[in-house]
């Protein structure tokens, strides 16, 4: 047997487009919700195959024409290890933004509990991404981690696009990042 400590992250929703502009101005988009994070261990038996799943970000929505609604942001992907027929450990993506509206919801996911390994696994749910606001809503920052760093610019939500002007088309927002994962063996 051969004991796996696993650290993922699931990958940030995209961010909303903004609306074209018109005689009342543009309305921006809300940020994606950053992918949750998930710690454990796993127990493997030597050569046995192992399927790790990293979640792409979600793209970000196009920004509208010309009095125009934009269009909402992709979810991001979720980071899954598989084996054994079994997925094991889930790190769910965040949800994208949606148009002049609240920022999306941070990942959550599942978590082994391997507990021979001292594993008591747990989740940290991803930041929320922000509301639509003057300037776009920001995309939901990395879950909180113990014990390990994520570096930087892993997992985050998109940026919702941001105002334009009268008589422009709407900005379109960011794409989230994608997953990442990290393994310790013993």
Known sequence: MTGLHIDAWGAGGGGSGSSGGNAL??????????????????????????TITIGTGGAGGAGGAVDGDGAAGGNGGDTT?????????????????????????????????DTALGGGGFVRPGENGQGSSGYGGGGGGNPATVGTSNPAGR??????????GTNSPGDPGTAGTDGYVVIHWS
């Open 25 to 50: 101005g543009a309305r921006p988009g809300g940020g994606g919700g950053a992918g949750g994070y998930v710690r454990g261990a796993i127990t493997v038996v030597p050569l046995e195959t192992i």
């Open 81 to 113: 290890i598989e084996y054994g027929g079994t997925v094991h450990v889930t790190a769910g993506g965040g949800t994208g933004g949606t148009f002049f509206g609240s920022g999306g919801a941070g990942g959550g996911g599942t978590a082994p509990a």
């Open 155 to 164: 997992a985050i939500g998109g940026n919702g696009g941001h105002l334009g």
